[in-house]
Structures are given as C-alpha cells and as structure tokens.
C-alpha cells in the first residue's frame, strides 16, 4: 500500500468545482482535475485491503488499489497502463461515472479513529487519464490483420468499447451510427458541463488510428437514402454487433393533456442544447428561457435536464420524483458495500430548483394565455401500499409549468433496428442475447450494453462491450485471445 497510515493523516478531498454563477454562465466543465500533489496525497489513503471491496463496485475488474498505489509512487507510465488493461474510456467513466466502487471502499465504514470517507477513486482515475492525453494517447495498432469484418451497430460505450477491442485484435471494424457525430449518448446526451466533448473526440481519433472506419448518418432499419437493413449489413460481414443503447423514452401514457404543445422528452431537449455547444445548430428548437420547468424524473437524466435548463435562463425549475425521498445516511435495505439507497445531491440540484418526492402528475392544465400550450400540472402526493402508489386524498395541487420535461427513464432498444428479420426480443424488448457469449436467435448477430440489459451504467456498457468482442474474436479465431493475450501491465508484488 502507498501509505500505510494515509487514511488516518489524510482527509478526504475532491477535486474543485466552480462556483455557482460562473458555472451558470457557460456550459464548460464545472468539475476539475486533481493536481497532481493532490492526487498522491489521496491515492495515499488507498488501503490495498487483502479483500478489495472496490472490486465489487465495478464490473470492470479495474485494478484500483494497484494503481492508487503507482500514483502514489510517482509512477505515472505503470498507473497509466494499470488503468488502460481494464478500461478502454477511464477519461469518460472518470467524469461520469456515479463512481459505484468508492461506496464499496472499505474506508466507507465507521471506523473508530478515522471518518467515513471513501478514497476519491473515480477524481485519481480521471487524473491518472487526463496525464495519458497530456502525454499523447498513442494507438494500439494489431500486429496482423485477421481478414475477418465486423460491423458495429451504434456508438455508445458499449459499441465503441467492442470496436476499440476487436480492431486491437487485428478485425477490420465498421461503426455504424445514425447521428452526425459518433458517441451515442456521451456525445448528445450527456451535457457539455459534465463531459467535455472534446474528451470524447480525442479518444474517437484514437480509435480511427488503430483502424475503426466510422460511418455516420446511417440508420440501420431507416428507409432514408443511404441507411442499411440488417439483412445487408450480415452480407457483408462476418459479425454484426448491435450495440444501440435503449433509447425508447418512457412516456406519460394516458395522462390527461399530454397532447399539449410544450411538452418534451428530456432525449429530444438534451441533444438539441449539445448540438447549439459544439456549433452543429445555430439554436436550440426547445428553450427553457423565462419559463417554468417542471422535469418529471428524479435521475441523472432528470438532472442533466435542470442543469441545462438553469444554464438557459428558467424563470423556476422543478424535478418531481414519484419514489419517496430516501433517507440522508445509511439504509439499512442496502448496506455497505452494496450501493446505498440514500438521498443524494448532484451537481445540478446544487445549482438551484425544487424537488419535490412522492408526487405523481394526474393531469397537465392548457395555458390560459398560450392555447394550445401546456400552462401547469395538477399533482397529488403519494403513498406505497402493497407495492402501489396510491394517492392521498386532499393533497392535490398545481405547479405552473410552462415547459414540462420528461425524463422518466428508458423502456428498450429501437425496434426498427432490427426490422425484416425474427431477432428474439425478452420480457422487456431488449434484444434477447446469452449472458456470456452474447450471441442473439440471429447466426452471426451478436448483442450488448443497455440494447441487451436494458438502461444501465457507462461501466456497464464498457464491460459488455468488452466481454462482446472477446466473445465475437473467440467465434472468428477459435480462441480467446482478448481473454489470454499478455496484458501491457503486470502488477508487481513484494
């Protein structure tokens, strides 16, 4: 370990953000890299447990105690190819990931002479990707080339994670997708002042010296000039990936006034503010300028949409959130070092707005002075019984909302995706594809990230889209080198 008493010296400290009205002038990244002192310092109260809890936190298998130990050592090379044997995007998940691995870190209990306070994992491993780019993100060409093609569909982290894998494998790789940019939702859905895209960019151009040739514009299933079926994509491949994220929102469903103008998927309002910041649109069709927000859903999405709407002059911002508001500490139903069910602050709701628990819209109310438009919610609180939320008499009321935002989550994949062909679908429309192999009902058509589990985290998406390429270079080769092959890294033991 670093420092065996660094978690009894060191306090924990996270990296700087800027202040509130800087952060609502401009839609830069508000949080900041940890200098390099400082990410020693904390890196130093790693504790390397015998038993690293921080491993059950993250799917990914990321080695942290080894590389907090690097950094702590000055060892900046050995750290930056630590973290890159089991992460192809640490600058991306360590931006944007809810960081499941410091609430399993052992420092999160009580202990007797120290407080509860994790090791600030997600800030050193964004530090630790952040000094790779200042030091130029070399390629990783193959060696040879294999003569097999893959196609893969989508460019979120699970597509880009599997292309990335299987074209340092020696496979030639297509990236199909059907925005003008590549990278899904870390592109167009996730706000500039949480990602920068020029991150993203960087790592794209990476991916195109290591030989990813990335089509855009292409809808697979679409019927406009230049999309493709599925059926003609497995006629010149040997594999098709379909890796399209779960993107179907879901809808207020036979709420009274959901016809009115001025309501919004939160994936149409999101994208359409990203595309104004990297100069792609001149202006944004949904504008929360001088109007009252309402955002129905208390999630990141939910929130992403407040901190947008802040940034775009609201006049009042409301999240409403139908689950009651959980407790301020510890939950008993989820104990460390599962993920605490706990309430919590994003960087958004620091900026400002209400949130308001336990409510559910029975009805949106048409403006009196714009017909046609959508002017307030009536709400009522809610209570649990028997598993339903069931509504408490006389505790009805209305919320003006003169735009309402709706980011209640995802119910599957697009659908048109896969049209002509009898792609197998489960119980909740996700293509329907084995847990370990990933192949689908399809010969050749193979399945990750949230297209196959459904909405999920950007760790989660990484690794399916990992354990898809070795599953698929397994099928094209006969053995699984992206499982066997030496890794760049060794870590090295006393």
Same mark, same amino acid.
């Given at each position: 370990m670093g420092k065996p008493t660094g978690f009894l010296e060191t306090d924990r400290e996270g990296p700087l953000k800027d202040d509130r009205e800087e952060r609502l002038g401009n839609f830069a990244e508000l949080e900041h890299r940890l200098p390099v002192v400082q990410a020693k310092e904390q890196a130093?109260?790693?504790?390397? #447990?015998?038993?690293?809890?921080?491993?059950? !936190?993250?799917?990914?298998?990321?080695a942290i105690p080894d590389w907090n130990d690097l950094v702590y050592r000055d060892r900046t090379e050995a750290a930056i190819a630590a973290l890159?044997?089991?992460?192809?995007?640490? *600058? $991306?998940?360590?931006?944007? #990931?809810?960081?499941?691995?410091?609430?399993?870190?052992? /420092?999160?209990?009580?202990l007797p002479h120290a407080p509860s306070s994790p090791v600030t994992i997600r800030a050193i491993e964004r530090e630790i990707a952040d000094r790779a780019f200042d030091?130029?993100?070399?390629p990783r060409r193959a060696e040879r080339a294999t003569g097999k093609k893959v196609i893969v569909v989508g460019s979120g982290p699970a597509g880009l994670a599997c292309a990335q894998q299987l074209a340092r494998a020696g496979h030639a790789v297509e990236v199909i997708e059907r925005d003008r940019e590549v990278g899904g939702l870390l592109r167009y859905g996730i706000p500039d002042f949480k990602l920068d895209k020029g991150v993203l960019t960087q790592r794209v151009e990476q991916m195109r010296e290591e030989g990813v040739v990335f089509r855009t514009g292409v809808a697979v299933g679409g019927s406009n000039d230049g999309d493709e079926s599925l059926a003609s994509l497995r006629t010149r491949a040997d594999v098709v990936v379909l890796a399209t994220g779960s993107t179907r929102a879901r809808d207020l469903?036979?709420?009274?006034?959901?016809?009115? @103008?001025?309501?919004?998927?939160?994936?149409?309002y999101l994208p359409a503010q990203n595309r104004v910041v990297s100069g792609e649109a001149k202006s944004t069709p949904i504008d929360a300028k001088d109007r009252d927000v309402v955002i129905l859903g208390g999630g990141d999405t939910g929130s992403d949409c407040l901190g947008t709407a802040l940034r775009q002059g609201a006049r009042s911002v409301t999240q409403i959130e139908l689950m009651p508001r959980p407790p301020d500490d510890e939950n008993p139903e989820t104990p460390w070092p599962h993920w605490p069910l706990i309430y919590r602050t994003s960087s958004s709701q620091e900026e400002g707005g209400e949130r308001l628990f336990a409510i559910l819209t029975q009805r949106l109310i048409e403006s009196s002075t714009e017909p046609g438009h959508v002017g307030a919610l009536e709400v009522v609180e809610v209570e649990r019984k028997d598993g339903r939320f069931v509504p408490?008499? @006389?505790? *009805?009321?209305? $919320?003006?909302?003169?735009?309402? /935002?709706?980011?209640?989550?995802?119910? !599957?994949? *697009?659908?048109?995706?896969?049209?002509?062909?009898?792609l197998a679908l489960d119980g909740r429309q996700n293509v329907l594809a084995d847990t370990t192999r990933f192949t689908t009902s399809e010969a050749g058509i193979y399945a990750c990230g949230d297209a196959r589990r459904g909405q999920s985290l950007v760790v989660w998406a990484i690794w399916e889209g990992r354990e898809c390429a070795r599953s698929v270079d397994a099928f094209l080769i006969g053995d699984e080198r992206l499982r066997s092959q030496p890794q760049r890294w060794?870590? *090295?033991r006393p």
């Open positions: 130093g109260r790693c504790m390397n #447990c015998g038993v690293p809890f921080c491993h059950t !936190g993250c799917p990914l298998g990321n890159e044997a089991t992460n192809n995007f640490p *600058e $991306i998940t360590g931006r944007i #990931c809810p960081a499941p691995c410091e609430e399993a870190c052992v /420092l999160r209990i009580d030091r130029g993100l070399r469903t036979g709420v009274p006034g959901r016809e009115l @103008g001025g309501i919004h998927l939160a994936m149409d408490i008499e @006389g505790i *009805e009321r209305k $919320i003006p909302a003169t735009l309402v /935002l709706l980011a209640m989550g995802f119910v !599957g994949p *697009e659908p048109s995706t896969w049209s002509g062909t009898e060794v870590p *090295e």
